[in-house]
């Protein structure tokens, strides 16, 4: 089944203490995406792969990090969490065909 | 920066009736596409439409795109309860590979 799995679903942090959500996918797409979504907002991107290796910052790239050392894979990375960075991520990919994103099932980050 | 906005930001309806959301854009664009989110659940895609279509039929699902009004509606015939959830248009343009342009949505509620 084609899916994009997100993990942790839910996690409550306490501010400055590194995290990482991880991000997979099963379809061999090239194109992975973060977003954070706050009410209101809508859906804001946060960083972008074109492929691996190639990375780039979305609109709101402060404060958060990533990689793509491998095809499949596409973590975000909170380096010092600040109670700001508080909302529901969304990882997705999408292939070359410019078709449709697949979106995982959200985390929703709580930092105190 | 968000290039579809979603008009109107709230709709409720009864059962039975349809629903009628609109996306206006700012830029050209090779495809939009419009996705539907369950209560803080990933968003699902629903239906693509290429630049140079006019409109696009998928069950109960109607949507038309008017590139000269950078304009796009979706029509939800015969909503159902079921349909209650917030819809997002989204837009390709083309030019930076695989990334997808968001707007803020709109909550559809539908009555029993």
């Known amino acids: 089944e084609a899916q994009v799995t997100q993990n942790p679903r839910y996690l409550i942090t306490v501010t400055g203490k590194k995290l990482t959500v991880t991000c997979s996918q099963n379809?061999?797409?090239?194109?992975m995406s973060w977003y954070r979504q706050d009410p209101g907002l809508g859906l804001r991107q946060i960083y972008y792969?074109?492929?691996?290796?190639?990375?780039d910052k979305g609109d709101v790239p402060e404060g958060y990090k990533v990689s793509r050392k491998e095809k499949r894979n596409f973590p975000l990375i909170l380096e010092s969490p600040s109670p700001n960075q508080t909302s529901l991520y969304f990882c997705?990919?999408?292939?070359?065909?410019?078709?449709?994103?697949?979106f995982g099932q959200g985390t929703r980050l709580t930092v105190v | 920066s968000q290039q579809g906005e979603e008009d109107p930001q709230a709709l409720s309806i009864q059962e039975g009736e349809n629903a009628t959301m609109n996306c206006s854009y700012k830029?050209?664009?090779?495809?939009l596409q419009w996705y539907r989110q369950n209560s803080g659940r990933g968003l699902v895609h629903l239906i693509l439409?290429?630049?140079?279509?006019r409109e696009k039929h998928s069950g109960r699902l109607r949507v038309t795109l008017d590139t000269s009004k950078k304009s796009s509606s979706l029509l939800i015939t015969a909503s159902r309860a079921a349909d209650t959830a917030s819809y997002f248009c989204?837009?390709?343009?083309?030019?930076?590979?695989?990334?997808?342009?968001f707007g803020r949505g709109t909550q559809l509620t539908v009555w029993p």
């Open positions: 439409i290429r630049s140079n279509e």
């Open positions: 989204a837009t390709d343009r083309g030019s930076t590979l695989g990334r997808l342009y």
């Open positions: 792969s074109m492929n691996v290796e190639v990375t």
């Open positions: 830029t050209s664009i090779n495809n």
């Open positions: 997705a990919s999408r292939g070359q065909g410019r078709g449709e994103a697949f």
């Open positions: 379809m061999n797409h090239e194109y």
